[in-house]
């Protein structure tokens, strides 16, 4: 299965494309979309519509991964990163994709083992299980990859397949 990761964001929005064979990984390439600061919400907003739509193109996913967004402090900035989540799944229903969302304890637990795990263990187990020689970066691009590997071991799953959420 190929699973197209995505963190949300309006400044950064992190990707990461994922083959998931049997119980190997393979991770095609990762990177993030970017939009300038400073300018309008709807022009970066078109950019990252742009941008992900370019990425569904060029992999070919049969599913997309994101997270699940909650607020705690900046509620500001959580609307402006909803709209452009928006935008992502708009595109992704466009583009006739699976979309699986997920919580950052469901990514944890289903990348670590443990929904508390810390971010550097989860950049860390992110890198070894896809067998990379570095954490990939940006920060946001090792995230996504987190999230495509949350999709191939929780989406995939025989529960999954009989219609029950774990």
Not at 3 to 25: C, K
Not at 111 to 128: F, H, L
């Amino acid at each position: 299965m190929r699973i197209l990761g995505i963190d949300p964001g309006y400044a950064i929005v992190g990707w990461g494309a994922v083959e998931y064979r049997g119980s190997h990984f393979s991770c095609l390439d990762y990177g993030a979309v970017t939009t300038p600061a400073g300018l309008p919400l709807p022009q970066r907003l078109a950019m990252i519509y742009t941008g992900v739509g370019e990425l569904f193109q060029r992999f070919a996913p049969e599913a997309l991964s994101i997270e699940k967004l909650y607020f705690t402090n900046n509620k500001t900035t959580g609307i402006a990163v909803a709209e452009a989540r928006g935008v992502i799944l708009l595109c992704a229903a466009q583009h006739g994709l699976e979309v699986c969302e997920y919580t950052p304890m469901q990514v944890k637990q289903a990348v670590v083992g443990y929904g508390k795990a810390t971010k550097s263990q989860v950049m860390e187990m992110t890198r070894r299980l896809l067998g990379l020689e570095k954490i990939p970066r940006p920060d946001d691009a090792a995230d996504a990859l987190a999230m495509a590997i949350c999709q191939a071991h929780t989406g995939s799953s025989a529960l999954t397949r009989l219609g029950l959420k774990p």
